[in-house]
């Protein structure tokens, strides 16, 4: 008996707990909806390359190992990621971000070299290109190309040198990618190669 009175007691307090929870839900869609929105945009924001081959050839001595200044550092692509290889090569892609009235991710080609078991020789040796991110509803103008191209080496060189060098000796940097230039550019080479073989033929 008094488990039948017990029952609409408990049907009620269910149903107020589902109104709760679909409440709750209609309060979480709008926001959830909204962060949603902004992930999709800052994915599919427009990017150009543009291509500098700007000469920099400026050398810093580290007071680091070679092999500490490669750990320093995290592998854009997973097959850089090897040791063995990056200690005995001196050629390197270092990748980086600059930004000023604009954002700019920049592509640089580097040698690193052991002076001894204390010091290493990096050298930037030239900017390769960068990449702009437009706005989403202009895109990538034609000021902001010609923005990244009136940016001069002595300015790239004071980036660098300001973010990176000293973070690197202290081991505490962030922001800073390499490749292997040896085995990106033959990972590049099979992946055209790859993409040609996989094009019927007519």
Same mark, same amino acid.
């Given at each position: 008996?008094?488990?039948?009175?017990?029952?609409?007691?408990?049907?009620?307090?269910?149903? %107020?707990?589902?109104?709760?929870?679909?409440?709750? +839900?209609?309060?979480?869609?709008?926001?959830?909806?909204?962060?949603?929105?902004?992930?999709?945009?800052?994915?599919?924001?427009? +990017?150009?390359?543009?291509?500098?081959?700007?000469?920099? $050839?400026?050398?810093?001595?580290?007071? !680091?190992?070679?092999?500490?200044?490669? @750990?320093?550092? &995290?592998?854009?692509?997973?097959?850089?990621?090897?040791? %063995?290889?990056?200690?005995?090569?001196?050629?390197?892609?270092?990748?980086?971000?600059?930004?000023?009235?604009?954002?700019?991710?920049?592509?640089?080609?580097?040698? !690193?070299?052991?002076?001894?078991?204390? &010091?290493?020789?990096?050298?930037?040796?030239? !900017?390769?290109?960068?990449?702009?991110?437009?706005?989403?509803?202009?895109?990538?103008? %034609?000021?902001?190309?010609?923005?990244?191209?009136?940016?001069?080496? %002595?300015?790239? @060189?004071?980036?660098?040198?300001?973010?990176?060098?000293?973070?690197?000796? @202290? +081991?505490?940097?962030?922001?800073?990618?390499?490749? $292997?230039?040896?085995?990106?550019?033959? @990972?590049?080479? $099979?992946?055209?190669? +790859?993409? &040609?073989?996989?094009?019927?033929?007519?």
């Amino acid at each position: 008996m008094y488990t039948l009175l017990i029952l609409p007691l408990s049907f009620s307090y269910f149903e %107020k707990q589902l109104s709760v929870k679909q409440r709750t +839900r209609h309060y979480l869609t709008f926001p959830l909806s909204i962060i949603s929105l902004f992930a999709i945009w800052a994915t599919t924001l427009p +990017r150009e390359k543009v291509v500098l081959d700007l000469p920099i $050839n400026e050398e810093y001595v580290l007071h !680091i190992s070679k092999t500490d200044l490669i @750990n320093s550092m &995290k592998a854009q692509h997973g097959y850089s990621d090897t040791l %063995k290889k990056n200690i005995v090569d001196s050629l390197f892609y270092l990748y980086f971000d600059y930004t000023d009235d604009s954002h700019l991710d920049v592509t640089a080609l580097s040698s !690193i070299t052991q002076i001894d078991s204390t &010091k290493t020789q990096l050298r930037l040796v030239k !900017i390769l290109h960068v990449y702009i991110t437009g706005n989403l509803f202009s895109g990538v103008t %034609k000021d902001d190309i010609e923005h990244a191209q009136s940016i001069s080496a %002595k300015e790239f @060189n004071i980036h660098f040198e300001t973010n990176f060098v000293e973070p690197l000796e @202290n +081991r505490k940097v962030n922001h800073l990618y390499y490749d $292997n230039k040896e085995m990106f550019d033959l @990972n590049s080479k $099979n992946t055209v190669q +790859r993409t &040609k073989q996989s094009k019927p033929t007519s």
